[in-house]
Structures are given as structure tokens and as C-alpha cells.
T-cell receptor, first 114, second 113 residues
Framework: KAGVTQTPRYLIKTRGQQVTLSCSPI?????VSWYQQTPGQGLQFLFE???????NKGNFPGRFSGRQFSNSRSEMNVSTLELGDSALYLC?????????????FGPGTRLTVL | KNQVEQSPQSLIILEGKNCTLQ??????????LRWYKQDTGRGPVSLTI?????NTKSNGRYTATLDADTKQSSLHITASQLSDSASYIC????????????FGSGTRLLVRP
């Protein structure tokens, strides 16, 4: 089976712009979770989608949003980018809810905000 | 407050030696505990996942232990290899309707020849 894929792998944006990141889970996986990873904060949970429904959300401002499509592919959107949004954004998929199942991570999208 | 603390923050060992990484948690209610390995610039890879009733779980040269009474876990790496150089992250799943995962800050391991 193909692993979790994320596009694009690298992205450079300027403050105030918006960005959309994409994640394709492993075939058959219904849960997709998004994480932000920075050197100072480590891994932080953004949100989880399961069968097109947002199941859980971390402590991030409303500028961060996401959605999941019927084929389980997911997108994450960040509006009005700030310098502090520069990070590695990781997507992980699992067959069932993230709480119960092993998660498989993608390679991440490295976002740089100038 | 639900927290996961890992120690040490960083560790340097010689190739072939064993090492043990620690994870203490104050998560309640508890669902499961996971260890991940993350190579620089790559996504984390799951090593083990343990529920309340499991004390030990192995994955090759990696052995994780869990003491649910003291809320402690350890990851033991046997006969370390250069490829073990990575960050090791402990994650605890909250066993309620929040479905939250609580992440530790990780231990950065460097294996030297």
C-alpha cells in the first residue's frame, strides 16, 4: 500500500496570505489528523477528521481550518498567515479514530512564512 | 492537567550500547501510550502502542514498558545502531470523549560510531 502523501512538500508564503495543504491517507483509512511541529513547541495537535466529520480540535485559532472529503483525502487551510505559522505540518492517517489505532504519518509540508 | 514529560531531553551513546528513555504522564483517564521515532525532516513512525493491561511490548531492538500504577513508561533500545539517531516521542491517548492525544517533547538520541 502507498503511504500517506502530503502536497506540497515545501511552501513559502508571505504574511497575510493564505495557504492550503493537502493530505492523502493510506487507502482504507478513514481518520486523518493534522499536526504542527516547531522546534520550540514540538508536536501540537490541530484537528482530526473521521468520515468527513471533525472529531476533535486542538487549541489553535480559527485561522486554522480543515475538511475531509468522501474519499478520506483532507485539506488544511491557514488564513492570514503570521510569521509564527512557519512550521512542519504533518498529516497522519489511521483505520479508525486516532485514539485507538496506530497512526501513520506523512513526510510533512514545510511552510515558511516571510 | 494532562501532561507527558520525557527525559532526558537529549542523549549521546556509542554504537552498540543500550539505552533507556523515560516517559512520565499525568493523563487521566488513560487509553493507551505510544512511542514514535522521528528522523530529522521526516514524519514520526510508530514503534509501539500499549493499552492499560500491557506491561511490555517489543518491536525488534525496541522494547517499551508501561507501569500504569506509577504512570511511567520506558523505551529500551538494545545494541544501538547509527540509524537509531532520531527523536523519540512519547504520546498518551486520553480515554474520554475528547479523543485527545497528549505529546511529550521528545528525547533526541545521537548514536556515535
Amino acid at each position: 500500500k502507498a503511504g500517506v502523501t502530503q502536497t506540497p512538500r515545501y511552501l513559502i508564503k508571505t504574511r497575510g496570505q493564505q495557504v492550503t495543504l493537502s493530505c492523502s491517507p493510506i487507502s482504507g483509512h478513514r481518520s486523518v489528523s493534522w499536526y504542527q511541529q516547531t522546534p520550540g513547541q514540538g508536536l501540537q495537535f490541530l484537528f482530526e477528521y473521521f468520515s468527513e466529520t471533525q472529531r476533535n480540535k486542538g487549541n489553535f485559532p480559527g485561522r486554522f481550518s480543515g475538511r475531509q472529503f468522501s474519499n478520506s483525502r483532507s485539506e488544511m487551510n491557514v488564513s492570514t498567515l503570521e510569521l509564527g505559522d512557519s512550521a512542519l505540518y504533518l498529516c497522519a492517517s489511521s483505520p479508525g479514530p486516532q485514539r485507538a489505532d496506530t497512526q501513520y504519518f506523512g513526510p510533512g509540508t514545510r511552510l515558511t512564512v516571510l | 492537567k494532562n501532561q507527558v514529560e520525557q527525559s532526558p531531553q537529549s542523549l549521546i551513546i556509542l554504537e552498540g550500547k543500550n539505552c533507556t528513555l523515560q516517559c512520565n504522564y499525568t493523563v487521566s483517564p488513560f487509553s493507551n501510550l505510544r512511542w514514535y521515532k522521528q528522523d530529522t525532516g521526516r514524519g514520526p513512525v510508530s514503534l509501539t502502542i500499549m493499552t492499560f493491561s500491557e506491561n511490555t511490548k517489543s518491536n525488534g531492538r525496541y522494547t517499551a514498558t508501561l507501569d500504569a500504577d506509577t504512570k511511567q513508561s520506558s523505551l529500551h533500545i538494545t545494541a544501538s545502531q547509527l540509524s537509531d539517531s532520531a527523536s523519540y516521542i512519547c504520546v498518551v491517548s486520553v480515554g474520554d470523549s475528547s479523543y485527545k492525544l497528549i505529546f511529550g517533547s521528545g528525547t533526541r538520541l545521537l548514536v556515535r560510531p
